[in-house]
């Protein structure tokens, strides 16, 4: 029988701008997020995180519902500008001390607190400083982790430096589909993707100093997955490509590269193949970059929530589209179990590190229905695919150890605005009321049980996958 470590743990995650609102309140200064929602036309229904789930004076409540559901871990992230409002200098102890209470309302009820310190919502003041091209700001950032390590080190033991810094780079810097909107040539979004590694590397360095020991710190990219379109060894290896090699082959240089990112921070180099690619449009190392980028790091947190299946191709490495019809989420993304199979198996044998699932979940078309609960058969549906996956690379030795669903609470799906709902917990966004999903309920008996509720069979895939 396959089965999860008992030391496995359970979970639900959430970041700062996605459901404190209060963005004027208690000291705050602005982040980019700020401002790009004020922008026309960039958010769906020109939303904003400006109450988002009122969570700043509501967290009391809803941490009480974490523990109704069970979560034995909460993954949350801190507004640096709620902290720091100019991102750099002045410290505001009231932003400190709401992050303070809400990690000891968390120990109160035996949840474990992982902390993010940077899920996107930059100080609008360093933007305004030139952001992550800036080199500075990579200090800055170290100054603001140093502050938060000093301040919720003593009960804080996992932490968690960058979130998805990818889709930063990407949306943020390159398709302008995020805050701050802007359109990088690719020397300037490669010398963003280096001011965010050195960030990263200065944090561990400031948590490592301040933290107080033992200290778990790891950060929380996105692992771009392929999976093999058969176990073939030929088509395990074109996805080993399609994850990790910068050069396909194509000529062609893409930012989703996951060697790109992962190799610096988790070999201490850039990858050849892509420095080969970029020519003069490298990254700007200094003298002890590398060093820096490389601090040894306790694990890596993933974020997974689909995957694309790959064979070999004459030339290269083919993708093959799904089949008509295949199953789609909310946000039209493609339902792959596999990806939390393959995804961490490959991750693993390539860097060798423990592992956290820090992100995977799906938006739904949720409502109240008339008996006054919120159904989410398709929810619970999918995390059981991915789980069962999931337990498979896990029984065979990969070491993941512990799965934090995204998200809690329904929140601001970013340019998606509240048009989409990923929470186990319904929230009513006028009335700012919440409701337990089926599938919290669901994930209780997940967490209670250690997942021993799911069905032994040895795929989650759908039966038409290749
Ligand atoms: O809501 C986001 C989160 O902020 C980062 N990862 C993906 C989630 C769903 O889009």
Partial sequence: MKQFPDEFFWGAATSSYQIEGAVNDGGRGPSIWDAFCRRPDVVFGRHSGDVACDHYYRYRDDVRLFNKIGLQAYRFSIAWSRVMPDGM?????????????LVDELL???????????HWDLPLALH?????????????????????A?????????????????????????SARFAPGERQDRAGLIRTVHGLLLAHG??????????RNPQRVGWAPVCITKTPATPDSDDVE???????????????WTIWNNAWWMDPVLRGRYPDDGLALLGDDGPPIEATDMDTIG??????????????PVRTAKRGVEVIPRPPGHPQTRMDWMVTPDALYWGPKLLFERYG????????????????SLDGQVHDPQRIDFVSRYLVELRNAVSEGVPVQGYLYWSALDNFEWERGYGQRFGLIYVDFARQTRILKDSAFWYRKIIESNAAILPQITSGRFAADA
């Fill in 150 to 174: 000093q301040t919720l080190g003593d009960r804080v033991r996992d932490w968690m430096t960058l979130n998805e810094p990818q889709v930063i780079a990407e949306s943020g810097y390159e």
């Fill in 353 to 368: 590190k423990p592992m956290v699932i820090t992100e995977n979940g799906v938006s739904c078309h949720d409502w109240v």
């Fill in 238 to 252: 074109a996805a080993r490509r399609a994850m990790f090699a910068c050069d396909m082959g194509t000529g062609d």
């Fill in 202 to 211: 200065r944090a561990v360095q400031a948590i490592r100093a301040h933290g």
């Fill in 108 to 118: 109160a009820v035996g949840i474990r607190p992982l902390v993010t310190l940077f």
């Fill in 89 to 101: 200098g002045r410290i505001n102890q009231e932003g400190l001390d709401f992050y303070s209470r």
């Fill in 128 to 148: 305004h400083r030139g952001g992550w091209q800036n080199r500075d700001c990579a200090s800055w950032f170290g100054d603001y982790a140093a502050l938060v």
């Fill in 295 to 308: 601090q040894p790091i306790d694990f890596v947190g993933i974020n997974i929530y689909h995957a694309e």
